[in-house]
């Protein structure tokens, strides 16, 4: 399903901090969001997944307005994992998974057979079905990054919303969760500090700086070393990953301090 945002617009505490922001994510599409902290990346996210509400723009998913659907309808199009998402430490980790299902059930309707079977494949997908009946307070912050990866696939939106979701991960844990979601039919979104992971699984990436995005397009054009240098601060080559044939980036610092890149567009086919 397709993601469009146009002019979106943000405050918080009386202030910008998203200007005029904009990007298209195809059907199926692996989109990475990366720039510094505080670029707006996270704030870009919580008005996609309806989190918060802009001052202006328009965020359209399957060509609606998410913030004119109905609550229910926008769980049923767009799931998100976040970083800092904090469950009831009551909850075994199949009760939270379950909580995927519920825009898909009536009031009061309790889990179907097909909801119970969604929940089990969940479960193994993420790699997680072992865990099932644990405590979700007993699982290391990389077991329960995990369980809110199945729990999205439990709620089978067609688009996920991802904020950083290899924070608590090792590395084979980060590429097998990078694996799997670009193995799956949909559309995702995913913030991403690391640009080798963004570089290596991303089929776009949009470039936030001081709350605009100042570059987006294809992968292997956007991340230029002019690019990176001019938004991070930091001197760049660029390489050839020798395992996957993938872009592989490498830094050291520059001097001065970052300055943000005038914005750039690279012209992509969006059919």
């Not at 997944?49 to 767009?78: F, H, I, K, M, N």
């Not at 009946?133 to 077991?143: C, D, F, I, P």
């Not at 002019?226 to 001197?235: R, T």
Request: aromatic share 4%; proline share 6%; net charge negative.
């Amino acid at each position: 399903m397709r993601v469009d945002v146009e002019g979106l617009r943000v405050d918080l505490a009386g202030s910008r901090v998203l200007h005029d922001a904009a990007l298209t994510a195809a059907d199926g599409e692996f989109v990475g969001l990366v720039g510094p902290n505080g670029s707006g990346k996270t704030t870009l996210l919580r008005s996609i997944y309806r989190a918060l509400r802009p001052a202006s723009g328009l965020v359209a998913v399957g060509g609606d307005d998410v913030w004119q659907l109905p609550a229910r309808e926008a769980a049923r199009r767009t799931a998100a994992v976040l970083q800092d998402d904090v469950p009831d430490f009551e909850f075994c980790v199949r009760e939270v998974v379950e909580l995927g299902r519920v825009p898909h059930l009536g009031r009061l309707e309790r889990l179907r057979d097909d909801d119970r079977e969604a929940v089990e494949e969940a479960l193994a997908t993420a790699g997680v079905s072992h865990l099932a009946e644990r405590g979700v307070g007993t699982l290391s912050g990389g077991e329960r990054q995990r369980v809110f990866v199945a729990r999205a696939l439990a709620q089978a939106t067609p688009v996920i919303v991802l904020d950083e979701p290899t924070n608590h991960l090792d590395i084979r844990a980060q590429v097998e969760l990078l694996e799997l979601l670009r193995s799956l039919p949909v559309t995702v979104l995913a913030a991403l500090h690391d640009l080798n992971l963004a570089a290596a699984y991303c089929d776009r990436v949009v470039v936030l700086a001081a709350g605009r995005v100042v570059a987006d397009g294809p992968t292997d054009e956007v991340l230029t070393p002019e690019l990176i240098g001019s938004v991070y601060g930091v001197a760049v080559h660029r390489g050839v990953n020798p395992l996957t044939g993938r872009l592989a980036l490498s830094y050291a610092p520059a001097p001065g301090p970052a300055t943000v890149a005038a914005p750039v567009t690279v012209e992509r086919d969006t059919r």
